[in-house]
């Protein structure tokens, strides 16, 4: 499962942004060296232009249009009978902590979890495994911040996913376990849509419980929209990496 795992990884660094634009540069300058100067022409002008648009706000906010976005999460009129939330990476051997702990994306999806336990108190539950071969899963990781700097009980953990589809899987067979069939999905509002389709397709009633929505920044407007930054490439190769994952789950689970 590692060794399949990576293999993926590599595949998506490749046609991704910017890996797949650099590769075409790449192979362009190969046609250049056998003199296919129309043709390197065109592939060149090809490359720079995707290179150009894939790091750009303008289309940050177009792919997010794209993208199936749920509304906040009522949490006045929720009928969920669990919090689940979603493991996103690690910092690893973090000097500072002593080790490797949640950062990033999972951290900003802990916290919005702890928010929603303390105003509903429903029951919680972290998934997230060891895609890499690590000793402590995300999940285990997630618990432990939860419940000594939010101060918030973690009821289950489930350790062995290493994939949206795995998280929906295990997850759901240890939900089913303990009688609960309705939960509050916690996630980022550009994954959701496909983690809620993969529970749902593993027998799990889905509330999407959201966080971190699109926001657009007042100095990418206008003429800064069409300015290439590297916080507007970072923010693109996520919603490309949404997309195609859409698509992948669709040919694969389907």
Do not use: C
Request: charge should be negative.
């Amino acid at each position: 499962m590692e060794n399949d795992y990576l293999a993926i990884r590599i595949i998506e660094n490749s046609l991704l942004p910017p890996g797949g634009p650099i590769l075409l540069a790449l192979f362009t300058l190969l046609l250049v060296i056998i003199f296919r100067r129309m043709i390197a022409i065109t592939f060149l002008t090809v490359a720079i232009l995707l290179i150009y648009f894939t790091a750009i706000p303008v289309t940050t906010g177009w792919l997010n249009g794209l993208i199936d976005i749920p509304e906040p999460f009522d949490i006045e009129n929720q009928e969920a009978d669990a919090i689940v939330v979603l493991g996103a990476s690690r910092y690893r051997n973090a000097p500072e902590y002593g080790g490797d702990t949640v950062f990033g994306f999972g951290l900003e999806r802990i916290r919005y979890a702890a928010w929603l336990q303390k105003r509903t108190d429903l029951p919680l539950l972290t998934s997230g495994g060891t895609p890499t071969g690590e000793t402590v899963s995300e999940a285990e990781l997630m618990e432990e911040v939860l419940e000594k700097e939010f101060s918030v009980p973690v009821k289950w953990v489930e350790t062995k996913s290493k994939t949206t589809w795995e998280n929906a899987l295990y997850s759901s067979n240890l939900l089913k376990q303990n009688n609960i069939n309705t939960i509050a999905l916690v996630t980022h509002a550009w994954h959701m849509s496909r983690a809620k389709e993969a529970f749902e397709k593993n027998g799990v009633t889905v509330l999407p419980a959201a966080t971190r929505f699109y926001s657009k920044d007042p100095l990418s407007k206008g003429p800064l929209g069409w300015i290439p930054n590297a916080s507007a490439q970072y923010q693109n190769w996520y919603l490309f990496h949404e997309i195609a994952g859409r698509w992948w789950y669709k040919f694969k689970y389907e």
